[in-house]
């Protein structure tokens, strides 16, 4: 296949940089339209965003959720907590101050 036919085949599907993947029933009738976001330039990428399903002439979207993003972004958050937390402590302690001082 040739870089034109490629790109001819990406963009003939694509609407902006989304890409409709192959219509596909269940068995209990429902009609997935999947759905990608092409990330490279040539088509190469792809990353799941979520499906079209059409169940007795409804249409709903399901959002394709990533969780290690999600988990990435709590644990940064965390580290970013207790950084903040230690950096509070270390510049002024939350004890009394308890040297003495000569009276003048």
């Known amino acids: 296949m040739t870089v034109r036919a490629r790109l001819a085949q990406v963009s003939a599907g694509a ?17 997935v339209i999947p759905v990608f976001r092409v990330s490279d330039r040539f088509g190469r990428t792809a990353t799941p965003v979520g499906v079209f399903a059409i169940h007795d002439g409804e249409v ?6 990533d969780e290690t993003r999600l988990a990435l972004v709590a644990e940064l958050i965390g580290l970013a907590a207790a950084v903040l937390g230690t950096l509070a402590v270390v510049r002024r302690p939350p004890w009394p101050d308890l040297s003495r001082r000569p009276r003048t």
């Open 60 to 65: 709903t979207w399901r959002a394709a959720v």
């Open 15 to 31: 609407v902006g940089s989304r890409v409709f993947g192959e219509p596909f029933e269940t068995p209990a009738g429902t009609t």
